[in-house]
């Protein structure tokens, strides 16, 4: 089990940007799979990009929606997962949640499916006005 803590969200206006952190607290540190996931009201949950940790060369994907405006990154010195979030549109508003497998992702790293993943911060607003 981890603890994860997301941070820096906020309001911002079309073609604007953002960086998301999630600081992860582990009992110790091994490869993990992270993810941030989000939800705009009256919307299903939805993968946004995973990226395996602690690897020299981590492997990272991400949804078609964000797709080059959009960067996952981790810092393994500080356990902390980063999302940039660049050219923001109104349609990335929505809760954004961290999220952590501890495992190797494998088919994590493309399937976007929230079972993967057992451990999930408290989310951290993201509005994007026109």
């Known amino acids: 089990q981890v603890q994860l803590v997301e941070s820096g969200g906020g309001s911002v206006q079309a073609g604007g940007s953002l960086r998301l952190s999630c600081a992860a607290s582990r009992d110790h540190y091994a490869v993990h799979c992270m993810a941030w996931f989000r939800q705009a009201p009256g919307k299903e949950r939805e993968g946004v990009a995973v990226i395996e940790t602690g690897t020299n060369d981590s492997d990272s994907f991400y949804a078609d929606s964000v797709a080059g405006r959009f960067t996952i990154s981790h810092d393994n010195a500080k356990n902390t997962l980063y999302l940039e979030m660049n050219n923001l549109k109104p349609a990335d508003t929505g809760m954004y949640y961290c999220?952590?497998?501890?495992?190797?992702?494998?088919?994590?790293?493309?399937?976007?499916?929230?079972?993967?993943?057992?451990?999930w911060g408290q989310g951290t607003q993201v509005t994007v006005s026109s």
């Open positions: 999220a952590d497998r501890d495992a190797y992702c494998g088919a994590s790293l493309w399937r976007f499916n929230g079972a993967d993943f057992g451990s």
